[in-house]
């Protein structure tokens, strides 16, 4: 038996000795550069493509959140009508220069991000190769939603600004970032960060949970390993429904507090400003205001966000694998 091991090894070391080892590692090293940066191509290219196509309604749902005007799919209609006569078609997308700057390295850093904590959990549980248990996928999508915000908070917060505010307070998102610093302070820019992050946590959590649950459960029961783009969209828009109605409240605390600077408030913490909403306007139609707007342009947006990224992560493993093929 003993000789049986020796004569293993001196074979494995004889196979091994005529490519050279260290001409393998490299391809591995480049193997999981790329897997990277396809996975933060494809989250930029998701988070764009959502974002830019339901912009109008992301941003009149702002100027309900900010505002003590009682929400309704009529007054949201005038609101838009109204801003299209005045300002012009091109106007129902204004902030969106900035909603790019910020949502391209989020989107980008939260599905990378996402892969590599599933990668890491599944290590730490035993689980490579196979989908997470429900409580790992639920930490995995919490953990890359508050990597992401973390590191782009402050491109949020000149978002919410220039979707509230005409075109003469602020031209640009550098003015924007200068008037804030200058006028209230380098604080102001993180103004909103904690219930941003305690948001966060459930919304992109049970986000990327119901996403990916809803994939196992289709490839479970129909027998293919990946779902079409329509069933991809259903599954998208779930996650978006269930996550965005979970962490709704905190979203428009979050607003107040990051325009309180234009809009004469003074939103100190999370539970003063909770209270100040409740008191003027009411739980529901305070802390829940523009919700339905939110069940129409969020499963949208997350259904687009998912199925992008993924219809992008298949194109560019075909196209790297036709290229190894041809080389």
Same mark, same amino acid.
């Given at each position: 038996?003993?000789?049986?091991?020796?004569?293993?090894?001196?074979?494995?070391?004889?196979?091994?000795?005529? $490519?050279?080892? *260290? +001409?393998?590692?490299? *391809?591995?090293?480049?193997?999981?550069?790329?897997? &990277?940066?396809?996975?933060?191509?494809?989250?930029?290219?998701?988070?764009?493509?959502?974002?830019?196509?339901?912009?109008?309604?992301?941003?009149?749902?702002?100027?309900?959140? #900010?505002? /003590?005007?009682?929400? /309704?799919?009529?007054?949201?209609?005038?609101?838009?009508?109204? !801003?299209?006569?005045?300002?012009?078609?091109?106007?129902?997308?204004?902030?969106? /220069?900035?909603?790019?700057?910020?949502?391209? *390295?989020?989107?980008?850093?939260?599905?990378?991000?996402?892969?590599?904590?599933?990668?890491?959990?599944?290590?730490?549980?035993?689980?490579?190769?196979?989908?997470?248990?429900?409580?790992?996928?639920?930490?995995?999508?919490?953990?890359?939603?508050? %990597?992401?915000?973390?590191?782009?908070?402050?491109?949020?917060? #000149?978002?919410?600004?220039?979707?509230?505010? *005409?075109?003469?307070?602020?031209?640009?998102?550098?003015?924007?970032?200068?008037?804030?610093?200058?006028?209230?302070?380098?604080?102001?820019?993180?103004?909103?960060?904690?219930? =941003?992050?305690?948001? &966060?946590? $459930?919304?992109?959590?049970?986000?990327?949970? =119901?996403?990916? =649950?809803?994939?196992?459960?289709?490839?479970?029961?129909?027998?293919?390993?990946?779902?079409?783009?329509?069933?991809?969209?259903?599954?998208?828009?779930?996650?978006?429904?269930?996550?965005?109605?979970?962490?709704? $409240?905190?979203? &428009?605390?979050?607003?107040?507090?990051? =325009?309180?600077?234009?809009?004469?408030? +003074?939103?100190?913490?999370?539970?003063?400003?909770?209270?100040?909403?409740?008191?003027?306007?009411?739980?529901?139609?305070?802390?829940?205001?523009?919700? /339905?707007? @939110?069940?129409?342009?969020?499963?949208?947006?997350?259904?687009?966000?998912? !199925? !992008?990224?993924?219809? %992008?992560?298949?194109?560019?493993?075909?196209?790297?694998?036709? +290229? @190894?093929?041809?080389?």
């Amino acid at each position: 038996m003993g000789n049986g091991v020796r004569e293993g090894q001196v074979d494995f070391k004889r196979q091994d000795a005529e $490519p050279v080892t *260290p +001409t393998h590692l490299p *391809p591995e090293g480049n193997q999981e550069n790329k897997k &990277v940066l396809n996975s933060l191509m494809s989250g930029a290219l998701a988070g764009a493509v959502a974002k830019t196509a339901v912009a109008p309604l992301d941003r009149t749902k702002i100027m309900f959140q #900010v505002s /003590s005007k009682r929400f /309704s799919a009529k007054e949201a209609y005038r609101l838009i009508y109204r !801003t299209y006569l005045n300002e012009g078609f091109w106007s129902l997308w204004r902030g969106n /220069s900035a909603t790019m700057v910020r949502v391209i *390295p989020y989107a980008a850093i939260q599905f990378c991000a996402h892969e590599e904590y599933k990668q890491l959990l599944g290590s730490y549980y035993g689980f490579q190769g196979k989908a997470l248990t429900p409580f790992p996928r639920f930490i995995a999508g919490s953990l890359a939603g508050t %990597t992401a915000a973390m590191l782009t908070y402050p491109l949020d917060m #000149v978002r919410a600004r220039m979707a509230v505010t *005409p075109k003469e307070m602020y031209s640009n998102i550098v003015h924007v970032f200068i008037r804030i610093s200058r006028e209230e302070g380098l604080k102001t820019l993180y103004r909103g960060f904690t219930p =941003t992050i305690l948001g &966060v946590i $459930p919304y992109a959590g049970l986000s990327f949970f =119901t996403y990916e =649950t809803l994939k196992k459960l289709h490839a479970d029961h129909s027998g293919k390993s990946q779902p079409s783009p329509p069933e991809r969209l259903l599954f998208g828009a779930c996650a978006g429904l269930i996550g965005q109605s979970a962490s709704y $409240p905190l979203d &428009v605390v979050r607003r107040r507090m990051q =325009t309180a600077g234009v809009m004469g408030h +003074t939103y100190s913490s999370i539970l003063l400003t909770m209270q100040e909403i409740i008191r003027e306007e009411g739980l529901i139609r305070g802390l829940y205001k523009g919700l /339905s707007m @939110n069940w129409v342009k969020g499963p949208i947006a997350v259904g687009i966000s998912f !199925t !992008t990224f993924d219809l %992008t992560q298949i194109l560019l493993r075909k196209l790297q694998h036709s +290229t @190894n093929v041809e080389r």
